[in-house]
């Protein structure tokens, strides 16, 4: 199993920009898809966008579509979200995930997350 280590969230006003990284361990990060997931209060965990296992496919929820962009560094073991234009609606902890069936259904296993806040 992938270790999973999300950081880069905080407090930003509508508008505004976040990226947010994945630190993953272990030798096989490389041959995963991965994905980004995000939870807001009272809701359930949604899909937010995944990248193939080498980097050359990406989806995207509806709702991020042309605001985010995910992007992986298989050397460093490293996952990232660049998130644009972010709306108050973007508020959730977020996560990344191995993908287990493409493009949106995660593992079973889940990290600490990172906060995202979005002030309006």
């Known amino acids: 199993q992938v270790q999973l280590v999300e950081s880069g969230g905080g407090l930003v006003q509508a508008g505004g920009s976040l990226r947010l990284t994945c630190a993953a361990s272990?030798?096989?990060?490389?041959?995963?898809?991965m994905g980004w997931f995000r939870q807001a209060p009272g809701k359930e965990r949604e899909f937010v966008a995944a990248i193939s296992w080498r980097g050359r496919t990406t989806d995207y929820a509806d709702y991020v579509k042309g605001r985010f962009t995910i992007s992986r560094d298989n050397a460093k073991n490293t996952l990232y979200l660049q998130m644009n234009s972010l709306k108050p609606e973007d508020t959730a902890v977020y996560y990344c995930?191995?993908?287990?069936?493409?493009?949106?259904?995660?593992?079973?296993?889940w990290g600490q997350g990172t906060q995202v806040t979005v002030s309006s």
């Open positions: 272990g030798r096989t990060f490389s041959t995963y898809h």
């Open positions: 995930n191995t993908v287990d069936r493409w493009p949106s259904l995660p593992s079973d296993y």
